[in-house]
């Protein structure tokens, strides 16, 4: 459809953490619920430790190839909190106190009563340039240069980020969906879903296994921009059930006989 | 340390499920922890659609960097499991029906009294010369090329494939690992806390912000190859948390009088 708009993302999750075990990433099915939401397709994630050549290379792989790249950790106080650093590298940019966060983080500090080190000094920094992503749960910003949004690890504090920021960006032709739920295990479906995947190339046909320990079942979830070609393609998923449905009846009734 | 060995791996998770929400990804935490345990580095991780392109581009990129790839989803009967074509197409090689494949599955499929349609047959795929990965779930088995391991997506069963592969590999020099818990927050140890690294370069400190709701605190983890110096950065550390204690104290009555 000439009128129908895409709009592709990448996640880059950053950090040592989510590589050893020791944390369970949270924030790529929350991204991906959420641009699903918004229309915006995610087409590949990326999660890299602490290093900065590994962001660097991460970073200006996936700007390059996509609409936006959302990245996830490394903007805390602390040394191991690099990712200001690497997305300056990326941008070929300085990485600098930005005045307005300073501003901000001071502030905060002050009617805590808390000393504004320069540890905490730290998650002021950022590349020149860059605009802010505000941060309703912990003040400290994320940050925005080209198509690149910066983002914090800790999933409250991401997921806040990510809710102001959704608004402000450009959204895709909405996909919609079916899901039809086969009582059939993929070896009885397989071969005619793609003959209807073949037939309906406007559309994606997920197939889904499911196994409760005793049976095969498959969820066939059927996506399109178009809500026409959808329901067509539902239908012929549905026709096809019965006759595998029929097909399996009349095995049973011959065996017996 | 010239004895250490560093053994470095990479995973690439395959299937639009996971970009688009619907499935919340459980193998990449539980591949890092294992990995952890064996003394392999897992070292980057990527996501991406069921693409021939994505997949063989992926593939290529990470095979070529790392001692190890391990790769999740895309290995079942229907038409969007492609990942036996999409790594034959890395490899330049033929993806074929597995004699010994055929022969486990149809086996399987006659004792099981299921037929073995064309659709199941998929299942035996594998690139030309691939060896087989054990299926003790489900049967189908995964498979080996060069220095990719090819698993399933269904958790159970990427599991169980995994835990038979694990004694099969190569590992590194075990890394070891200490934790400490800061009651203060990264502003009040960031900057000693990076002195600290900087002291102790065959360590790896990790520092990680907690926050219940009140006050933030941190869990410091001290990681390395090296028994002495890890125990040396850990009592670097504990010192250090001390100092910011006593110092703390000192604000406190400095206040009071």
Not at 207 to 218: A, E, L, M, N, V
């Amino acid at each position: 459809m000439s009128e129908e708009r895409i709009v592709t993302a990448a996640m880059l999750a950053i950090g040592d953490e989510l590589l050893s075990g020791r944390t369970k990433d949270k924030n790529i099915g929350h991204l991906a619920d959420v641009l699903t939401v918004a229309a915006i397709d995610l087409k590949e994630v990326r999660i890299v430790a602490d290093e900065e050549a590994a962001i660097v290379e991460a970073v200006n792989a996936l700007r390059a190839k996509y609409d936006y790249v959302f990245t996830s950790g490394g903007i805390g106080p602390t040394h191991d909190d690099i990712t200001a650093d690497a997305i300056s590298v990326a941008f070929g940019v300085e990485c600098l106190h930005d005045e307005d966060a300073m501003a901000l983080l001071g502030d905060m500090y002050k009617r805590r009563d808390v000393p504004f080190t320069e540890a905490r000094q730290r998650m002021a920094r950022m590349p020149a340039g860059a605009r802010h992503i505000a941060n309703p749960v912990s003040v400290a910003p994320g940050f925005n240069i080209g198509n690149v949004y910066v983002m914090a690890g800790v999933p409250s504090v991401f997921q806040a980020m990510l809710e102001g920021l959704i608004p402000t960006l450009a959204a895709g032709t909405k996909t919609i969906s079916q899901m039809v739920v086969s009582p059939f295990g993929e070896g009885d479906i397989g071969l005619p879903l793609a003959e209807i995947q073949k037939a309906h190339p406007l559309t994606s046909i997920g197939s889904y296994p499911k196994f409760d320990g005793k049976r095969f079942s498959t969820e066939i979830v059927i996506r399109s921009r178009d809500e026409h070609m959808l329901s067509q393609a539902t239908a012929a998923v549905d026709t096809m059930l019965l006759e595998v449905a029929a097909r399996k009846e009349q095995e049973k009734s011959d065996n017996k006989s």
